[in-house]
């Protein structure tokens, strides 16, 4: 495995990005934040990668990082390349890419909702699934739902008063 | 939520557009999912997608979750389609850890994408059929699925949540004499295919209703990130088993389908011929069953003390609605430290589905969503 | 998910229900009613079990099993029971696996638009306890809280066999007379609007005047009205009254047993 040399000459042409070979027809690219738009705009104008994927969101809290992967693919070089980007936590602020890859646009809304990054410049921010919850961005790692479903809910009593009442009679459904 | 306001109408300036709720309450909607239309007359200037209906926050309780018991949660993902969802989890698992899939599970694996494939494309199928009215297609198409159904129950003991791909393999060998009731099964199909033929792409109403009806075109497709049948039925030979292959596909032969009207027409023509394919898949996953013997599963450790190493995959599968993509990064513990699901239709369920309903009529909502094939628990995870 | 209002509440003893002490008209329980009125209520219930419509509404994943159970395999039909698409004339709301907080909005306004009486199935694990996603913070864990349930099916997903024994079932109760609890809706109103108001907020409301239609039926009890529904009239009491002032009156005569 190794990187193609058509994909090692675009990427020497940015500067500060590390690139490295990440299993068959995967390549993982490290760039800094501003270097994004320009990286995707040269993968896509020089070797094809029109089809953005995915863009992931891993929330690495002990840093205080945001990670976002796009992940692109090149109908023509059958190969899938994932930019990381790391930005800060707070405030949360990227730029979108949506005039570069217009799946963009509900990627970044779905990381919107769910971590709260803000995308400058993307189509719509409106929230699209979590129209009907007012706490903080479920999917980041400060969010417990456990904690959150012990105080919402309630469950379904296995021992009700009657149940213990039979079985202090020596019946039940434990034998 | 606000209090629900009733303007009176008297007090309304008078207008010639109106908002109408398509969802998700509704029987021509695909699953609980909700377009908002604005009409003038009966054409769609507008269309908002609303989803969120089945959100249930998928990622985050997979975080929460050791890597084994997150097997049974994946298929619960996209309900028509579970299986490619087993596989996308289980392969991204192995990608991290390295895992070997022994020879016979990937044929066994092949052969349950492909059946899963069948059974979704006959839903699809029956479905979009029942948009235009056409009833009998949808009871066939249901009743032709549940007898693969009858196959998956067979082999893994559930008729739509196998839980049976698990990383390194899959559960258990095939039962005794499946492969005979496949082959049976198959010829079955073929046998009614020329039926949903005469039924289906050789009917008037279908042909009048479905060509030219939500079309878009090949460069609008890729600009879009449509991917699946609805980027083959505008002439873009493009699928994840060919360009990005994952299993024993390279060693399986199959034509990939195109067609070339891009409207909901030339999708169900390239549903119709991926089901042919599937069938000759599932023949050649048979035939090579027969001949490979050997484990169903690599060894793993202790699943309840099991840590992957620290990582981070992207495994793509071509599901039967395109492209499925399952992104997963370990720390290094039992739980993954985070999931992303690419649902196949998250792209042809919203943002596609908004402008390919600009200009349409109002009655070619429904199809136009079935002929897509959306599939709203995959977008809303 | 603002102010949530109460932890939990004690419903009202069943006991003290029949009558419904004081306001509205006393529901007729089975010993005041007279002969003919038995009769007919029998012959009612009987019919009515023999032609049921189901709310085509697919709420969660268990909604797969349903077009096998509907269609030719299995074929529902056999037993009077077809799909429905309007809320209004429909019997049966199959609530067909979990509800994210969303769906559950929906739900109760389509249930509450039925009309009487109208039956709830829960279908699957998740309405029983929250199933697979118990740790999830976008579904509901338990649907009696919010709307009265008939029946539950157990089971992830439950096959098509047992979506036919329940409505099997179903129908056996309502031919006796024992699929009542849509009539627990009304007495006890107060406690499942407290529930929906947990979750949504206590400016939740909906356009249906359910109290009033408790006076309608007569079943008006002690529990219908209490502390929750005092925030429905601080809050949006006009807007229930302007959408009730919308029924047609008739929408809610037609039945026998009042
Ligand atoms: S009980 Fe199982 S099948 Fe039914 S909705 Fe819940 S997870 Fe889905």
Redesign the interface.
């Known amino acids: 495995m190794s990187i193609p040399a058509r994909l090692n000459e675009v990427l020497n042409e940015l500067p500060a990005i590390q690139a490295r070979p990440a299993g068959a027809r995967r390549v993982r690219v490290d760039v800094a934040p501003q270097g994004l738009p320009a990286l995707l705009e040269l993968l896509k104008g020089r070797l094809g990668f029109i089809h953005l994927s995915a863009i992931s969101c891993v929330d690495w809290i002990e840093d205080g990082q945001f990670e976002l992967v796009y992940h692109v693919w090149s109908h023509e070089m059958k190969l899938l390349v994932s930019c990381h980007v790391r930005i800060a936590r707070e405030p949360g602020v990227y730029v979108s890419v949506h005039d570069i890859h217009e799946p963009a646009g509900f990627f970044e809304r779905d990381i919107h909702e769910m971590f709260g990054v803000h995308f400058d410049g993307a189509p719509s921010m409106e929230k699209f699934i979590l129209t009907s919850w007012e706490g903080p961005p479920p999917m980041r790692k400060d969010f417990n739902t456990r904690k959150h479903v012990e105080e919402t809910f309630e469950w379904v009593d296995y021992r009700p008063d009657w149940l213990k009442d039979i079985e202090r009679k020596g019946g039940g459904i434990e034998s | ?6 303007p009176d109408p008297a007090t309304l300036a008078p207008s010639e557009e109106y908002d109408l709720y398509f969802g ?4 021509g909607i695909e ?2 999912y909700s377009v908002r239309v604005r009409l003038k007359g009966d054409v769609i200037c507008q269309a908002v ?9 998928f ?3 997979m975080e ?1 979750r050791l890597w084994v018991q997150n097997i ?2 994946v298929p ?1 993902i996209c ?2 389609d579970p299986v490619p969802m087993e596989e996308s989890y289980a392969r991204a698992v192995e ?1 991290i850890g390295g895992l070997e899939v022994p020879l016979r599970a990937q044929w066994i694996r092949v052969l349950m994408l492909e059946l899963s494939r069948i059974c979704a494309h006959l ?1 699809t199928f ?1 479905g979009n059929a029942a948009t235009i009215g056409l009833y009998t297609n ?3 198409g ?2 032709m ?2 007898l693969f ?1 009858d196959i998956f129950e067979e082999i893994t003991g559930a ?3 196998h839980i049976y791909i698990t990383p390194g393999g899959v559960r258990r060998d095939l039962p005794e004499g499946v492969l005979e009731r496949i082959e049976a099964l198959l010829v079955e199909l073929e046998e009614r295919m020329p039926q949903f033929e005469d039924l289906f792409f050789n009917n008037a109403v279908v042909i009048d209703r479905a060509t030219g009806t939500g079309r878009m075109s090949a460069e609008e497709a ?4 449509v ?1 699946g049948p609805n980027l083959r039925a505008t002439g873009v030979a ?1 699928d994840v088993r060919r ?2 292959p994952y299993l024993v596909y390279p060693q399986v032969d199959f034509d990939i389908v195109t067609e070339t009207g891009g409207d909901a027409l030339a999708r169900m023509m390239v549903r119709k011929g991926e089901v042919v394919q599937a069938v000759k898949i599932v023949r050649q996953a048979i035939a090579a069953l027969r001949k490979v013997g050997g484990p169903v599963r690599c060894e793993l450790p202790n699943p309840l003390a099991w840590d992957l190493p620290a990582g ?3 495994a ?1 599968t071509e599901s039967s609605k395109g ?1 499925l ?1 399952f ?1 997963i ?1 370990s720390n290094g513990g039992p739980r993954p ?2 999931v ?1 699901v ?1 649902g196949a239709s ?2 042809h369920a ?2 596609v589905l908004e402008k390919l309903l600009v200009g349409s009529r109002i009655e070619d909502v429904a199809q136009i969503m079935f002929s897509l094939d959306a599939c709203p ?1 995959e977008v ?1 995870r | 998910m603002t102010d949530k209002p109460l932890k939990s509440h004690v419903r009202p003893p069943q006991d003290t229900m029949p009558g419904g002490a004081g306001q509205g008209c006393p529901a007729p329980d089975a010993q005041t009613r007279s002969i003919w009125r038995r009769i007919m209520d029998d012959f009612a219930d009987h019919c009515r079990a023999r032609s049921l419509f189901v709310l085509h509404y697919c709420t969660g994943c268990g909604a797969i099993e349903l077009p096998p159970t509907i269609t030719s395999r299995f074929d529902m039909e056999r037993v009077g029971i077809t799909p429905m698409v309007t809320p209004r004339q429909a019997d049966i709301l199959l609530i067909t696996g979990y509800l994210s907080l969303k769906t559950l909005k929906r739900v109760i306004l389509s249930y509450e638009q039925m009309q009487g009486p109208k039956y709830v199935l829960g279908f699957g694990s998740c309405t029983i306890n929250g199933g697979m996603y118990w740790n999830s913070y976008a579904t509901m864990k338990r649907l009696d809280q919010y709307i009265p349930t008939d029946l539950f099916i157990a089971g992830c997903m439950p096959r098509p066999e047992a979506v036919q024994q329940v409505l099997l079932k179903l129908i056996e109760d309502i031919d006796a007379g024992r699929a009542n609890a849509w009539q627990d809706y009304y007495r006890n109103y107060d406690f499942y609007l407290g529930n929906q108001q947990r979750l949504f907020g206590a400016g939740w409301n909906t356009p249906t005047d359910v109290i009033g239609e408790a006076r309608h039926y007569g079943y008006y009890g002690p529990g219908t009205e209490g502390e929750h529904t005092r925030l429905l009239a601080e809050g949006g009491g006009s807007a229930a009254r302007l959408a009730h002032a919308e029924y047609p009156s008739t929408a809610l005569t037609g039945r026998i047993k009042s």
């Open positions: 939520m606000t209090t629900p306001q009733v998700p309450n509704h029987p699953g609980n997608a609303d989803g969120g209906y089945l959100h249930r926050g990622e985050k309780i929460d049974a949660l619960r309900v028509p990608m839903f029956g949808m009871f066939w249901v009743t699925r549940d159904l008729r739509i949540y890729l600009a879009w990130g991917t493009s360009d990005d981070d995959a992207y793509r492209e993509g992104y990064v430290y985070r992303h690419r998250s792209m919203v943002q628990p809303d």
